[in-house]
């Protein structure tokens, strides 16, 4: 098993460019999520998902999509981005049995530089 | 706004000491879990704590939550050079999201 992939693991972009950060796991987990992670900030959940077809905003969705066509994958996008979104990214995921959250896997993390 | 706060934000102590780290919370939880991050890695899944549960062991990882206090402990003992790293922990609530504390830097000097 791979577990949990994110690519790229580095990338920089200019203020106001779009990207698709890629998230993938092979373990048939339904609950996968989105974090940033900032200097003395801890993580913060962006976005997740209880299953393909169904997503929910978490504490800070502002300039972030998602979507989840497949059990597998969560690609994560960047509409315009700004350099407020300079942060490193973790996906997660984890079995989901309806009564909350179960232990999570995280990917490795993209660390994301906006000039 | 984040659920756990950790206390203490640093801790630095000497291998084969204890390390007890704490976590408070506001609302009611299905579970807690802590979590390990060494620097410039993903997080590593150490123990989770469901809310009907006291206290839990994993190897040299000790964990109780007492739910009437909101607050949860995670004790290391006889750590180790290789424990140094960041920890956090996180509640689960029934609303399927899991929130993050801001974390503990320890620092296990060999």
């Known amino acids: 098993n791979a577990g949990v992939t994110q690519t790229p693991k580095f990338q920089v972009l200019k203020t106001g460019q779009s990207m698709t950060l890629q998230c993938a796991q092979d373990?048939?987990?339904?609950?996968m999520s989105w974090y940033r992670q900032d200097p003395g900030m801890g993580l913060r959940l962006i976005h997740y998902s209880v299953g393909a077809g169904i997503t929910d905003q978490g504490e800070v969705p502002n300039g972030y999509n998602v979507s989840r066509s497949t059990t597998e994958d969560f690609p994560l996008r960047l509409l315009s981005a700004a350099p407020s979104q300079t942060s490193v990214y973790f996906c997660?995921?984890?079995?989901?049995?309806?009564?909350?959250?179960?232990?999570?896997?995280f990917g490795p993390g993209t660390r994301l530089t906006v000039l | 706004s984040q659920q756990g706060e950790e206390d203490p934000q640093a801790l630095s102590i000497q291998e084969g000491e204890n390390a007890t780290m704490n976590c408070s919370y506001k609302t009611s939880i299905n579970n807690l879990q802590w979590y390990r991050q060494n620097s410039g890695r993903g997080l590593v899944h150490l123990i989770l704590?469901?809310?009907?549960?006291r206290e839990k062991h994993s190897g040299r990882l000790r964990v109780t939550l007492d739910t009437s206090k909101k607050s949860s402990s995670l004790l290391i003992t006889a750590s180790r050079a290789a424990d140094t790293a960041s920890y956090f922990c996180?509640?689960?609530?029934?609303?399927?999201?899991?929130?993050f504390g801001k974390g503990i830097t320890l620092s296990v000097r060999p």
């Open positions: 704590i469901r809310s009907n549960e």
């Open positions: 997660a995921s984890s079995t989901w049995t309806g009564l909350g959250t179960d232990t999570q896997y």
């Open positions: 373990m048939n987990h339904e609950y």
């Open positions: 996180a509640t689960g609530g029934a609303n399927s999201k899991l929130t």
